[in-house]
């Protein structure tokens, strides 16, 4: 409520001085002058023909309100002072439906892409082999696009989780995260089901390569010795290192 009342006073900095916004204060006087007004007891000024064309006052329920003069029995307009405009926007809010319509358009749009995806993408069974992609800051620029992996298990949400020769990835996949393979490339007893793992770990220790990036040494020696990066990492010499025709890491 806090932040309500502290956006309608920034808003209310910009427009002009003869808005009708109405503080407490000058609710409660309007409801005085029109009461004196219309009971005859106050002589009528020029500008008191105007507040009476603006103003009137009902008595609902032993409580005075300062309404719209009534021009149809059947439309009553009420003036709202400051401190009661968040439950009045509140409670026609809820009155007329908007949160509830709401929650019912985004449980319709879950329900259409579901059918859809249930429609274009049919479940898949246990043990079989799917091919994950592996995201591009995953990888690198020489490395598969996607793994092998097993399907293991069917959530009750309809989630799958994968293992694959390296250990079971560590996050669930819906169905629209893989591809499903014609034939089974994978058995389940190859599949190490104590070892968690994260999908760039599975992703470098299938790679031909380092993984994500690229290593190479700038030695001025032959690389026999461990201060040679490509040598201490297993990785062979490649065209990005040095330049020696002597190197012992080809």
């Known amino acids: 409520m806090s932040k309500f009342y502290d956006e309608l006073h920034t808003n209310r900095k910009n427009l002009a001085k ?25 002589k009528k000024q020029p500008k008191d023909f105007r507040l009476i064309k603006r103003y009137d006052v009902l008595v609902v329920q032993g409580k005075t309100k300062l309404i719209f003069p009534v021009k149809d029995d059947n439309v009553v307009l009420y003036y709202v002072p400051n401190s009661e405009l968040f439950d009045v926007l509140q409670t026609t809010h809820v009155s007329i439906g908007h949160g509830r319509r709401a929650k019912e358009n985004l449980e319709n749009q879950a329900k259409k892409m579901m059918a859809w995806s249930e429609k274009k993408l ?113 990785v062979l010499y490649t065209s990005k290192c040095h330049f020696c025709t002597t190197c012992c890491n080809k």
Not at 18 to 37: A, K, Q
């Open 122 to 234: 049919l479940p898949v069974a246990v043990h079989s082999t799917v091919r994950v992609p592996v995201p591009e800051v995953d990888k690198g620029r020489l490395d598969a696009r996607s793994i092998l992996a097993i399907v293991l298990e069917v959530t009750s949400d309809g989630f799958y989780r994968l293992g694959t020769r390296d250990g079971v990835l560590k996050q669930l996949y819906a169905r629209s995260q893989f591809t499903v393979c014609q034939k089974k490339l994978l058995q389940i007893y190859e599949v190490p089901i104590d070892t968690e793992v994260a999908l760039r770990t599975v992703s470098k220790e299938q790679s031909t390569g380092t993984g994500q990036g690229f290593l190479k040494c700038i030695c001025k020696t032959k690389c026999q010795n461990k201060k040679c990066i490509c040598l201490k990492n297993n």
């Open 18 to 42: 003869n808005t009708n916004f109405l503080s407490d204060e000058r609710y409660n006087e309007l409801i005085e002058i029109i009461l004196e007004l219309t009971a005859g007891r106050k």
